[in-house]
C-alpha cells in the first residue's frame, strides 16, 4: 500500500472535473441558533445522490484510473457510506462491484449497495479493520479501494473543502466527523491551501475517541471502545498510513456524547427539515458545544442514510441501541 500524503489544490481541482457530471455541488446553508460568538452554516452533503458524501471519493477513485486496473471489477470495505458510494458509481460506470461489510452495518447502507447491483460481502468488524488499516488483504481479482488511504479518495473528498471556501471565504473553523479519517484530511487540505487561518477539527463520538486519544498521547494509541449507534466515526485506533497527514493538517479534536448528536439530528429536522445520521450530526453538536467553534464555523454534515426504526427513536427523544 502506498503512503498517502496531502493532495494538492491541482489534485482537487482534477477530482472536482471528473466527478461534475455525476454529483452536483452541494449547498452551504446558515443556521441561525442565536449565538453570540459564532454564525453557524451547514455543508450538506445529504443531498448527495446517495445521500452522503462518500460518492465523491469513491466516483474519483474509479474515474481517475484506466480501464485495465478496473477490467476485474472494483472491491471496497466499508461500514456503510463508502460500499454504498462505490456501488452507485460502479453501477453508472458499468464496473462489477463487491463490497465487504460487517454485519452490524446500517441496513439501509447494506440495502443501498444492493439496489444498485453490489455484491456484499460479510466479514467479521475484526477482519473489516484488518483490511481498513492494509494489515490484510482479501484474495480477490477485483481491485480493492482502500476507503481511508487512497490518495484518489482524498483528492475527491478534498472537493468538498474547496467549495466550503468559495461559498464562504471568511470561514473560521470547519468541523468534520472522524471516521478512518479520509474526509477529514481530504476537507482540510483544500481548506488550509486556501484559508491558512482557518481551523479544522475532528469530530468524535465520546464512545470511540482515538483521535482524541492519540492527540493526548502524541502517538498512535489503541482504546477501548464502548458499543453505540453511530457506525461511520470512531474505531480501535486511527489509521497508522493516514494519521501523519492527518495530524499535520487538524488542529484539534472534539468528542461529543450520544446524548448531544441526538439532540442535534432532532434540531436539524426540527429548524431545517434535515435528515442526518449519527455521523452526520456530530459536527453540530460539536459546534454548538466547542470553545473552539467560534466565528463562521461550517458542520459538514456527512450524510443521512440512518435506518427508520433508529431515526424515529432520534426524534421520539430517545437514543438508539448499537
Known sequence: MNAPYRPTLDEIAAARARIAPYVPRTPLV?????????????????????????????LNALLSRDADALRNGVATTSSGNMAYGMAWAADKLGIPMAAYMYAGAPQTKIDGVRRRGGQVRFISMETWWQYIIGADRPDFPELLINPVTDQA???????????????????????TPYGGGSMTTGVASAVKALRP????????????????????????????????????????????????????????AVTVSLKQVTEAMRLLFAKAKIVAEGAGAASLAAAMESDDAKGNVVCVISGGNIDARDYSKVLAGGIPKP
Open 153 to 175: 479518495v482524498l483528492s475527491g473528498n478534498g472537493s468538498i473543502g474547496v467549495e466550503i471556501v468559495e461559498d464562504l471565504p471568511e470561514v473560521d473553523v470547519v468541523l
Open 197 to 252: 487561518r482557518a481551523k479544522v477539527l475532528a469530530v468524535e463520538d465520546e464512545n470511540a475517541a482515538p483521535v482524541t486519544a492519540g492527540l493526548a498521547a502524541g502517538r498512535i494509541v489503541e482504546i477501548e471502545t464502548r458499543p453505540s449507534f453511530i457506525k461511520s466515526i470512531g474505531g480501535p485506533s486511527l489509521v497508522p498510513q493516514l494519521w501523519p497527514v492527518a495530524r499535520e493538517l487538524i488542529d484539534g
Open 30 to 58: 446558515r443556521l441561525d441558533l442565536g449565538f453570540p460568538d459564532r454564525q453557524i452554516f451547514l455543508k450538506l452533503e445529504t443531498l448527495s445522490p446517495i445521500g452522503a458524501f462518500k460518492l465523491r471519493p469513491a
